[in-house]
């Protein structure tokens, strides 16, 4: 029988949009080490996938769980690979150099189209990129950051993310230099940041973000995303008991309307997916008991499609309830 450390988090098929066409994908999350930023300042406040890490995870394990997660694709394998991971692609303790090397070489073979990783700012440099780009070519590379709010009070000082815009922009200097693809995360409605627990202040929030980081994109021209991730709560979190008493978590509503507002100003995509750190439906995003299947669908459908008219289409008694007690 495998070992914990031989078995990804997750892994799942699904559609994504990329370069305006809708392709098959195939997102999984290795079971890294924690994330090492959680040392020295604490770790960002929002986040808890260290409960998903293993300090034992060795380099040999991380090429193991990629290869077996290949395996079972082979017949049909996607267009695409989101490769996660609990921290960061770039930072050498969680990710060997020589278990990147193989892990890409590897992705590679298997005749995919396009690789996206994830990293703090920080940690890329020229070094590294050129490194995984040598390897990957020609096929292309997009890298990940989790940006949360372009609002550096939000970022920095609630969420204590730790990015400041200088190291963001030279981060994303570096991708258009090496033309690597970007990709910002946005973080809708995180507990204790938006007065009076409005939804309002949350939409806003993750709309002027999405478009910030679309016009960095543009000034240093490289091709860039979106993931808008709807905060869940996992059951074991940072934030105290007054921070969540009249919390809730972000409709899927306003997931649509960041969509709609968002559209026309590039890829936007969302992320439904809690990493197993939550229990039951009322930990993650979500509407009334009649439509909230149907709209995760149909999200899951507009990330592949971007067909906003039938995003839009959907409809429920208790949106405009919603609406009714944000006036
Ligand atoms: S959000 Fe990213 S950088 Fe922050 S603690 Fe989590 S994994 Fe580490
Ligand atoms: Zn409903």
């Known amino acids: 029988m495998k070992s914990k450390d031989e078995i990804p988090v997750w892994t799942e098929v699904r559609s ?13 999350t290795l079971r890294t080490k924690p994330c090492r930023f959680q040392g020295s300042t604490g770790s960002c406040k929002f986040c808890e996938l ?30 695409h690979i989101d490769l996660f991971g609990l921290g960061t692609f770039f930072d050498d303790v969680e990710m060997p150099p020589s278990a990147r090397r193989k892990i890409v070489d590897e992705i590679k ?20 990129l050129k490194e995984i780009v040598r390897v990957l070519s020609p096929i292309r590379l997009e890298v990940a950051i989790g940006i949360e709010s372009t609002n550096p009070l939000i970022r920095e000082t609630l969420l204590k993310k730790n990015c400041r815009k200088e190291t963001l922009e030279k981060a994303i200097s570096l991708l258009g230099k090496a033309k690597v693809g970007f990709l910002g995360y946005v973080l809708l409605k995180p507990p204790s940041v938006f007065d009076d627990n409005r939804e309002k202040e949350a939409i806003e929030d993750a709309v002027k ?11 240093y021209s490289t091709s860039t995303r979106v993931g808008l991730n709807p905060f869940y709560l996992p059951n074991k979190n940072q934030f105290s008991r007054e921070e969540l008493e009249n919390y809730t ?18 890829t936007v995509f ?9 229990t039951g439906p009322r930990g993650e995003a979500c509407s009334c008991n009649n439509c909230t ?25 208790c949106k405009y309830r919603s609406e009714r007690e944000e006036k």
């Open 16 to 28: 994504a949009n990329i370069n305006g066409k809708k392709v098959s994908s195939l997102a999984i």
């Open 109 to 128: 073979q298997a005749g995919i189209k396009s690789l996206l990783i994830e990293s703090r700012a920080e940690y890329i440099t020229e070094r590294r």
């Open 270 to 278: 969302v992320g439904l997916n809690s990493e197993g750190l939550t």
């Open 249 to 266: 978590l972000p409709s899927l509503w306003s997931v649509i309307e960041v969509l709609r507002r968002t559209h026309r100003a590039g």
């Open 209 to 219: 973000s999405a478009v910030d980081i679309f016009t960095l994109g543009k000034k």
């Open 293 to 317: 299947e149907d709209l995760k669908q149909a999200i899951r459908e507009y990330n592949g499609s971007r067909n906003l008219g039938k995003l839009l289409s959907y409809n429920c008694e």
């Open 50 to 79: 260290r409960q998903n890490a293993s300090s034992s995870v060795s380099a040999d394990n991380l090429v193991s769980q990629v290869q077996a997660t290949l395996k079972s694709q082979k017949k049909n394998m996607p267009e």
